[in-house]
C-alpha cells in the first residue's frame, strides 16, 4: 500500500500539500531512495521531503513492482524547498555531487533502472537551469551523464515505511555520500519570454 500518512516523521511537516507560498519542487532519482532522502532532507530551505516513484509507465507502482524493473519507475525524493534560503543551483550542486550521475541504471552496488539517475523539474526555468548544471558537471566528471533531465512526471508516493527511513533506522543501508568531483554551480539561467 503506498503512502497513507501525510507529515513528515522529522519535522510534521505535509509531504504531499500546504507548502508553503514561494516553495518550488523538484524530483530527484539518486539511486536507493533512502540515503537520498536523508542528504536533501538536512540541507537549509528544504521545506519537506519524500520518497516515492516517478519516470514510469505504471500507474500503481509499489517497491515490488518498482523493484522488478519492469515499471520504468525511478527510486525518487520529491524536495520542496525555499529558493530564497537554497537556490535551485545549489540544490543541483548537492545533488550531482552526491550519487554517480554517469552509471546509467545503477549506483554503485545497487543495478536496475530504478536506481537512474532523474532529475524532474517543474518549469522551464528549472529546466534551463538543470541542463547547464548537467553540462558544467559532465565537464567536470569528463564522462558523459546519464542522467535523465525531464519536466515532472507522476509522483507516486512511496509506502510508508520508506518515508524517512533512515531517520526511524539509523543503521540502514545507504550507500550515498560525496563523489569528490565539484559541481560548478551555473550563474542564473533566464529563459527568454516567448
Known amino acids: 500500500m503506498l503512502a497513507t500518512i501525510q507529515n513528515h516523521h522529522l519535522n510534521g511537516a ?3 500539500g500546504d507548502y508553503p507560498e514561494g516553495s518550488q519542487q523538484v524530483i530527484l532519482g539518486m539511486g536507493c531512495f533512502w540515503g537520498a532522502e536523508r542528504i536533501l532532507w538536512k540541507l537549509d530551505g528544504v521545506h519537506v521531503t519524500s520518497v516515492g516513484y516517478a519516470g514510469g509507465t505504471d500507474e500503481t507502482p509499489d517497491y ?3 523493484c522488478s524493473g519492469r515499471t520504468g519507475h525511478a ?3 520529491h524536495v520542496v524547498f525555499d529558493p530564497t534560503v537554497i537556490t535551485f543551483e545549489e540544490l543541483l550542486k548537492v545533488y550531482f555531487e552526491n550519487h554517480d550521475p554517469t552509471q546509467g541504471n545503477r549506483q554503485g552496488n545497487d543495478v536496475g533502472s530504478q536506481y537512474r539517475s532523474a532529475l524532474y523539474v517543474f518549469s522551464d526555468e528549472q529546466l534551463a537551469a538543470a541542463k547547464v548544471a548537467a553540462a558544467r558537471y559532465e565537464e567536470a ?3 558523459s ?3 535523465d533531465i525531464a519536466m515532472a512526471p507522476t509522483y ?3 509506502e510508508d515505511y520508506h518515508q524517512q527511513y533512515l531517520a526511524k533506522n ?3 543501508y ?3 555520500g560525496p563523489t569528490g568531483v565539484s559541481c560548478p554551480i551555473p550563474q542564473r539561467v533566464s529563459v527568454p519570454a516567448e
Request: aromatic residues 12%; proline residues 8%; positive net charge.
Open 64 to 66: 515490488k513492482r518498482v
Open 75 to 77: 527510486e525518487v525524493v
Open 141 to 143: 566528471y569528463g564522462r
Open 174 to 176: 545507504c550507500n550515498h
Open 145 to 147: 551523464l546519464t542522467t
Open 170 to 172: 539509523p543503521q540502514g
Open 14 to 16: 505535509n509531504m504531499f
Open 156 to 158: 507516486y508516493p512511496a
